[in-house]
């Protein structure tokens, strides 16, 4: 089973940037469509971004333009470059294999406070 570690978040200004890493482990990883998930105080667990075996991605509309998911799949890592960040991105981000797959890591803390 791959099993993944969120790395990146932060607290950062609205209006800047961030780049999460996904590392994951496992021998299947380059044959899972992976996603990026946030999940707000109070709020469910969304799907923000997904990103193809082979690399077609597809994005929540609210994050359109603003966010990019990449991944490379020689270090078994997936990435999420958060652009233009506003107070309502503020949120724990996951990563999974689309449809939540894997065992749920611990998650990264973007804040986006001034």
């Known amino acids: 089973q791959v099993h993944v570690v969120e790395s990146g978040g932060g607290l950062v200004q609205p209006g800047g940037s961030l780049r999460l890493s996904c590392a994951a482990s496992?021998?299947?990883?380059?044959?899972?469509?992976m996603g990026w998930y946030r999940q707000a105080l109070g709020n469910h667990r969304d799907l923000v971004a997904t990103?193809?075996?082979?690399?077609?991605?597809n994005y929540v509309e609210s994050v359109k333009g603003r966010f990019t998911i990449s991944r490379d799949n020689a270090k078994n890592t997936v990435y999420l470059q958060m652009n233009s960040l506003n107070p309502e991105d503020t949120a724990v981000y996951y990563c999974?294999?689309?449809?939540?797959?894997?065992?749920w890591g611990q998650g990264t803390q973007v804040t986006v406070s001034s």
């Open positions: 496992g021998s299947n990883f380059r044959f899972l469509a």
């Open positions: 990103i193809t075996t082979g690399g077609i991605t």
């Open positions: 999974n294999a689309v449809g939540g797959l894997l065992d």
